[in-house]
Nanobody, 119 residues
Framework: QVQLVESGGGLVEAGGSLGLSCAAS????????MDWYRQVPGKQRELVAT???????NYADSVKGRFTISRDNAKNTVFLQMNSLKPEDTAVYYC?????????????WGRGTQVTVSS
């Protein structure tokens, strides 16, 4: 069973920085994609950043230039470095991984970690 454990959320003042990490375990198949999403109450979950197994990255326009996604393939861990944080970055951040299995593609989610940016 694939498990994702997120860490690093918390409270920070606007302009500050936080780093998130997410460690995946339990998969015998390659993790081809690792994403960070975020969600605020009453709104849809939003894709923040994604990174492939080859290191290609993509970001939401709202975080470009401020957030950096990276991964350690050997440890099946993905990171999100968040700089110049704004109050509108406040959300629950979720890690998501995509795994290519023999008979299909599986998506797995972490439980989320709260990030609160005070003004």
């Amino acid at each position: 069973q694939v498990q994702l454990v997120e860490s690093g959320g918390g409270l920070v003042e606007a302009g500050g920085s936080l780093g998130l990490s997410c460690a995946a375990s339990g998969s015998t198949f390659p993790i081809v994609r690792m994403d960070w999403y975020r969600q605020v109450p009453g709104k849809q979950r939003e894709l923040v950043a994604t990174i492939t197994s080859g290191g290609a990255t993509n970001y939401a326009d709202s975080v470009k230039g401020r957030f950096t996604i990276s991964r350690d393939n050997a440890k099946n861990t993905v990171f999100l470095q968040m700089n110049s944080l704004k109050p509108e970055d406040t959300a629950v951040y979720y890690c998501c991984v995509g795994i290519q299995k023999l008979l299909g593609y599986g998506t797995y989610w972490g439980r989320g970690t709260q990030v609160t940016v005070s003004s």
